[in-house]
């Protein structure tokens, strides 16, 4: 069974990626989340982050230059 099956459900990203997709550190990443600027759902020990969430915080965060 794969994710393309269920098209309507979150694709969820691991803290390194969305770190590499921000180009931040992962700790900021972590103190995203801490702070409740980033949505997170906790697996075991780690956290995963929806990319529709991802999309939402740098949504709220852009502002046009010039």
Avoid at 8 to 16: H, K
Avoid at 19 to 43: E, P
Avoid at 54 to 66: H, I, K, S
Wanted: glycine fraction near 8%; charge should be positive; aromatic fraction near 10%.
């Amino acid at each position: 069974m794969s994710m393309a099956q269920f098209p309507g459900r979150a694709q969820y990203l691991t803290v390194a990626e969305v770190a590499a997709t921000l180009r931040v550190s992962t700790m900021t990443v972590y103190r995203l989340i801490k702070s409740g600027d980033l949505a997170a759902v906790r697996v075991g020990k780690s956290y995963r982050l929806a990319a529709d969430e991802v999309d939402r915080y740098l949504a709220r965060g852009f502002t046009e230059a010039g």
